[in-house]
Structure formats: C-alpha cells, structure tokens
C-alpha cells in the first residue's frame, strides 16, 4: 500500500511540474507576440533627459516630397524634415534630393538620392539619439499609411501649422507606420527650431568619398598654388581665402529686385566693391590665394581674376583646371564640392543674404566655438569669416559669425544684414 501510495505521488509531482512548465512556455509565447504585433505607447523611442532613446523592434516613419532648389536650401529642408520627424517621435524616410536647380532646368529636375551626395551611416552615427534616416526597406507594412496635406497660404500661420504637428502626435496618427505628407517642399514648411538643433543636424551630413575626394583635390591645388607664390620663408604656407562671390546674372536679378522690394541698399555687390573691401581685411596679410567660388557660366563678363590688390593671388575653377571635370557632375555635386572646398579655407567672405555663404559661416562657427572661444568680436581667431556685402572695420568686410541662440532659423534660411560676432 505504501508503495502504491509513494507512486501515485512522484506521478503527480511529475504531472504538476509539466503542466506549469506548459503554462510557463505559453505565457512567454504570449509576450514576445503582443511585443511584436502590438503598438507601443511610443513608436520606436522616447525622450530622456533631452536626448532621445530609440527602440528600433516597432519603429514608425515620416515620409516627405521630394526636396528642392539650391544645395543649401535643400539641407534646410532635409533638417526641417529630421527635426519635423524628431517631434513626432518618428524616422524620416531617406528624401531624394534634386541633382539640377529647379528654377533653372525644370526640364532636367532629375532626384538623386540623399545616399548619393551625403554619408547616410555616418548621419546616423554621429545624429544618433538626436535624428535617424530609415530606408524604404526598412518599412513593414507599406500599405500601413496615411497621407496629409502640409497647410499652405496666407492663412496657414505658424500657429495654425503647430497645431497641425500637434495633432500628428495624437493616438489616431500613431496607428499608422508611415505619415506621408504631400504639397509644398519642406523649405517652405513653418521653422519651429532654434539655430542649435539645425546645427546638430548640419554637423551629422558629411559628403560620400567621391565628392569629398573632389573637393580634397580641389583644396590640394589650391595650396600648390599658394605655395608658387609665397615669400622666401620656407617654413610659411601661404593661406587661402575663398569669396562666394554672388555677382551672376541671375544673382543680381534677384538681389536688386529684393532691394526694391526691402527698400535696403546693401544686398547686391559689384565685383569692384567685393575687392575692394577684401583688400580692406585688417588682418590680412600678401601674399594670399584667393578662390573665387563663382558660377564661371552665368557671369557677364570674364574678368574676375583681374583688380585684385597685390600681393593677392586669384585663382578659379578654370585657371585650376578642374573646369572641365566640374562639367562632369550635376548642378548639387558640384555646390557641394564648391561648399566644402570654402569650409576648409583659412578665410572665409560671403554674402550675408545668400543661403550658401550663411550655412558655411554657421558651420565655420561652429568650429570656432569647438576650439573653447564664445565671443571672437576683435579676436584674431581661426577659420574667421566676413560678408562683403556690410561694411565693417577699416572699410572692409563686416565679420560675421552665427548667433546660435537664435529661437529661429529665418536670418539664415532668407539672408540678413543684421550680422554680429556673438555666437552663443
């Protein structure tokens, strides 16, 4: 009997222990699939401390209309979209870009994608808990999507576009993966950013090595000339300075009918007023290579090189050589390539109401700020830039760094005069 007994025991204990081992595995089973089939409070990460936690296993997407116009105004856009996708905890879906000027070859509006031109790795890298770009590949369900109309007009104030954010933000927007907004490009969407947070997303977009090799090349000649006419010390390299010089026929089209329209005097400037102020910067001292990004095909005439003060040595993209290997590439590549070489120059002078020269000086600045300085009004500090289009010390160039305390991008998306040297 005691042996029936102690039988009918084990035989219960082993019972029991496979019914909970059974009911332990189910509940698990149940876990990882309401993990994966159920939404998340938050799509694919939270904030923290102002930085942002990504959880890629249920990630949700921003899509936007292809992006146009000029190479800067174009990364304008791309960080207006990031930082668009940022508040509505989501990824943007990598945009394309336009390899030709929308306003001047309409008929060759080809899209180039945003891998082609900028490192799309090493944007997630260095924006990571900030920003993140997902592929199309990325995306589960593709038909999981919901288009909306971006305000547009008058009436579409700031407010008004806030709100619709807002509203993008809501439990019935977060049901599906992909928002896809169509209408106008995202330059001409509603900034709601400081300065600091476009500048996070400029400092993630490094070019691919092809067009960064280009632009190495381009510095390298640079100072191979340089080195042709410095002084007899062997031990001093001759810097560069490079001039965005907007005196292009479409350029100053724009510029005087801005003035009319502004009623101001000091957006547009001659090619004279542009070496005479350059030869006006206290600081500088002959000999110096100057390079001249310019247009070379939309100038009136093909004097550039001449009237320089002496001692200042100019030189472009045909007395380099690389005029031809320029014709190789689109309209962007070659901005970019132009772009780069301007950041890398040991002097810097633009045009205050040009997209191009305002987003190198922010960058420019950017690096003056990482070298420990705060205010560099009459400091003799690298990388400094100046606009030629507003005098300054001496009658040269006013110098100009980025305010980025700024609550607003709207002085550099639309160009101003009003430039200082107070960076933070």
Known sequence: MELLKLKYVKFFKCHVSYLVSICVFLFVMVLIFRTLLLPSPFPFGRFKNNEFEWNHVRMKFLEVPQIVWGLNNQKIAFARACLTARMLNRSLLMPSLSASLFYKEIDRLEPISFDKVFNFERFNSLCDGFVRVSRYSDIGNRSNVIEVQKGSGRRWTLERDLDQLKEFSKKDYDAYETIRVVGKNPFL???????SDYAKVFECLVLVDEISKEANEVVSKIREFGSEVKNGSSSYRTPYLAIHMRIEKDWMIHCKNRERRSNLTNICSSKEEITTRVANIPALKPPTTLYLAVANELLEDDSILNGWKEGMHPVDKKRLGFNEIYKNYSYLIQAAIDYEVCLKADVFVG??????SSLLVLERTQKIIKTG????????VRWPSYAYNIEGESGGPQLWM????DSSLQAISYGSNSVSCRIV
């Open 189 to 195: 969407w509603h900034d709601h950013w400081p300065v």
């Open 351 to 356: 045009n205050s109401y040009s997209t191009f």
């Open 373 to 380: 300085i705060s205010h560099a009004c009459g400091n003799n």
């Open 402 to 405: 980025t305010n980025l305390s």
